[in-house]
Nanobody, 123 residues
Framework: LLVESGGGLVQAGGSLRLSCAAS????????MGWFRQAPGKEREFVASISWSGGRTFYNTGSTRGRFTISRDDAKNTVYLQMNDLEPEDTAVYYC?????????????????WGQGTQVTVSS
């Protein structure tokens, strides 16, 4: 239902834009989120957006103003623009759909998950 794309290998300081395309149903009435899991670490919240796009939330400790989440419901797609990437951003990035409209920061509130896309940042 959710398919991520846009990951890859990039040098530190570079940018990537991840996309999450939904198929089979619309998620326009749900909050959407991005999570990531680095090797040997637990999955962590990155960013989320409410159903209307009017509210966004970020893991400010790790994103530090470098990432921007957005959505285009006409395309049934959520994006994560990542700038000024650092080697610490290396992880598998997952897109997920909230059970509700708000865009939670809690992993347990998400009921649909994509398969993930690898982002590797070289120093």
């Amino acid at each position: 239902l959710l398919v991520e794309s846009g990951g890859g290998l990039v040098q530190a300081g570079g940018s990537l834009r991840l996309s999450c395309a939904a198929s089979g149903r619309s998620f326009s009435d749900r909050g959407m989120g991005w999570f990531r899991q680095a090797p040997g670490k637990e999955r962590e919240f990155v960013a989320s957006i409410s159903w209307s796009g009017g509210r966004t939330f970020y893991n400010t400790g790790s994103t530090r103003g470098r990432f921007t989440i957005s959505r285009d419901d006409a395309k049934n797609t959520v994006y994560l623009q990542m700038n000024d990437l650092e080697p610490e951003d290396t992880a598998v990035y997952y897109c997920a759909a909230d059970r509700s409209y708000g865009g939670s920061e809690l992993e347990s509130d998400y009921v649909y998950w994509g398969q993930g896309t690898q982002v590797t940042v070289s120093s």
